[in-house]
C-alpha cells in the first residue's frame, strides 16, 4: 500500500480535476489522506461525492498549510508516500514512474510543467526554470525541493518527524534535507506534473532568490540560517545515534 497526502483549503475549483488524476493511477489497495483546513466551500462536499473508499478526509484546524500537510502525513500508513497540492494534475505514469524509482532511492522529484490557471504551459521545465537539483547548502539558500513534485519511503518520514515548528522550514524542504543526510535522493527529468499556478496559488512563480517573497533581505537571510542551524542538529543527532 502506498499513500498520497493531500492539504486542502477551499480549493474547489481545481480539487476535482486533481482527484481523478490521482485516483486513475493508484492502486486499489492505496490510500489518499486529506486534510481539510476548515474549507468554506464545497471543497469537502466535492471530495465526498468521489465516493471512493480510497479516500480519508481529515477535518483539520491548523489554519496554516504546512501543518495542515503535517496533520495528513502522520496519518500515512503507505511504503511509499506522494505529497500533492489541491489544484494541480498529475500526468499519466507519474506513480508507476516515481514507484519505479523509490525501488532505488529514498526520495524523488519529479519534474513539472509550470501552467496557468486554464493548464495552458508557461514553463516547459520547472527544473530548468528553478535550477533545481541535490545539495544541501544549494536547497537551505534557494529551495527546490516543492513538495507537489515529491515521493518518498515512509522511512524518510519517520526519520523527518516531528517537522520543526518554526514558518521558516517548510514540511517539504524538511523532508528532502533529510532524504540528503540519511539516505538517496534522485530528481527525474522527465515532467509528470501540471503545476498549476493561480491567483491563490502559495508559491510565487520567480526564478530569482530575491524576488520570490516579498521579505526583506535580512529576513531571507535569517530564514535560511534557521533552516541551516536544524539541519546541523539533525545531522549531529542522527550521527550520534547511527553509530551508538
Not at 11 to 27: D, N, V, Y
Not at 66 to 85: C, E, P, T, V
Not at 196 to 221: E, G, W
Request: charged letters at 20%; proline letters at 3%; one cysteine or more.
Amino acid at each position: 500500500m502506498n499513500s498520497v497526502c493531500i492539504a486542502t483549503y477551499n480549493g474547489e475549483k481545481f480539487i476535482a480535476e486533481q482527484l481523478t488524476s490521482i485516483l486513475g493511477q493508484i492502486a486499489p489497495n492505496d490510500e489518499v489522506i486529506i486534510s481539510d483546513d476548515g474549507s468554506t466551500d464545497s471543497t469537502c462536499a466535492i471530495i465526498e461525492s468521489f465516493d471512493d473508499q480510497r479516500i480519508t478526509l481529515l477535518h483539520n484546524n491548523a489554519h496554516n498549510f504546512k501543518h495542515n500537510f503535517i496533520n495528513a502525513l502522520q496519518h500515512a500508513r503507505g511504503k511509499y508516500i506522494f505529497l500533492s497540492d489541491q489544484d494541480d494534475v498529475w500526468l499519466p505514469n507519474k506513480y508507476e514512474i516515481c514507484c519505479n524509482y523509490l525501488t532505488q532511492y529514498d526520495l524523488v522529484v519529479t519534474d513539472n510543467i509550470i501552467t496557468d490557471t486554464n493548464l495552458n504551459t508557461i514553463q516547459p521545465s520547472f527544473f530548468a526554470f528553478y535550477k533545481s537539483g541535490k545539495g544541501i547548502l544549494k536547497n537551505a539558500i534557494r529551495n527546490t525541493y516543492f513538495g507537489a513534485c515529491m515521493a518518498f519511503r515512509h522511512d524518510v518520514l519517520d526519520l523527518a518527524l516531528p517537522i520543526p515548528r518554526t514558518n521558516e522550514i517548510g514540511h517539504d524542504i524538511w523532508i528532502g534535507l533529510v532524504a540528503e543526510i540519511v539516505g538517496t535522493v534522485y530528481f527525474i527529468p522527465q515532467p509528470l506534473l501540471l503545476y498549476r499556478r493561480h491567483s491563490q496559488a502559495l508559491t510565487n512563480l520567480n526564478d530569482s532568490f530575491l524576488h520570490r517573497s516579498q521579505r526583506s533581505l535580512f529576513v531571507k537571510i535569517w530564514s535560511r540560517c534557521i533552516v541551516l542551524a536544524a539541519v546541523v542538529r539533525f545531522y549531529l543527532s542522527y550521527t550520534v545515534g547511527k553509530f551508538k
